[in-house]
């Protein structure tokens, strides 16, 4: 976590310290997702209802007009990200999301309906609970303005999206100094969100326009045979877009473009692609580390895995850190395990930059050079005949960007 965070928390005292995380916008906030059947909610994780108490949380959140059940957004994996790096604790959400609401309808603008929804909701809690700690503010909006009846351009977003977040700061004193988590809209049918290239370059540019805010990129999360429409994020994307959103307030990512993965995936290794541990039958994952145990082979490489995706910006460094441990191998075996760095979408013909052999105990690190397409990083074995036994555990991202 960042120190700004870490401070706050320390702050608010007690045993089992209680961060509150309100979410606004519209359907992708609430969650069009089905089901998947991999974990949801894990223990500790409460939401602040609309009658005003604390309950467990559904699926979807009890959001300002939830017409949909059975169904998840980006509260899912950033609860179970949460909760695993701060065990103990209590995380809250407090929902105040509404389907097909924006700017543009007059619902989230400072004295909207939604806006004024909002406020109260966050308001009435931070009276009850003066000593919760609000850690983010998530904003998932923007197909509105995008959209064919309204057309907005890059600079109207822009503006009414900063007017919200200043009038924010003042009308809900609570998160004043919470860090402000702006989530890209997908790519979906241009027919629909003619504009959408605006919105988007609205939201990834708001680092730089309003203090204290970060950018989360929707890049690769939005895919046809996942998604629900052309709006609408799946359960892969929805998962992934929950990891982006904990690894933006972690602050385990820069705000533009970040590292798309994070240690829970270690502890919740069913993700499905886009932000997915691939991993074959040799592979187990328990308390967090990647177990392999090789039967051996005729020299050829393996791609034993794990591999991740990774997302990235042209020209700036980031450094995979990991740890071996246990790592023996049958004698008279030459045996290596090398890390590499390789497009995501094609790395049978993409580019390999120089991998790095970590067939020794201890924690090891690479470097690489990012770029604007998706990347992967790709554990290799090679045993040559012989057996090879490893943990592979703490593996984390940084961008080191001089």
Known sequence: MNPALISRLRRSGGSAPMYVVPILGQSNAVGRAGLDGLPLHPAGVLQYDQAGALVAPTTPLDHRITTYSDEFGPDVQFSRAFMAANP??????IPCADGGTGFFDNMWNPDDPAYDDAVTRINAFAASYPDAVFSAVIWVQGEDEGAASAQWTESQYAAALDAMIAAL????????????IAVEIGAGDDAITPTGSEIRAAIRATPSRVANTMFVSASGLFKTEDAIDPLHFGPNGQRGMGQRIY????????????????PDLLTDPNLLDPNEWVYDSEFTVDGGEIL????????????????????TVSGRTYRAIWTVEDYSHSAGASNTLVINALTWTDPDTSTVQPGVITNVNGVHSMDFVGQDNPMQLRFRAKPKGGTMTLKISSVTFEDVTP
């Not at 385990?252 to 590292?259: C, K, N």
């Not at 051996?296 to 990774?310: A, H, K, L, N, Y």
């Open 169 to 180: 700061r003042v009308d809900a004193p609570a998160i004043s100094a919470t860090p402000f």
């Open 247 to 262: 690894n933006a307030m972690a602050g385990e990512v820069a705000a533009y473009g970040g590292v798309n993965s994070g």
């Open 292 to 311: 392999y145990n090789s039967g051996g082979d005729s020299g050829v490489s393996v791609d034993i895995s794990p591999r991740f995706m990774v997302h």
């Open 88 to 93: 103990g604790a209590q995380l809250v959400f």
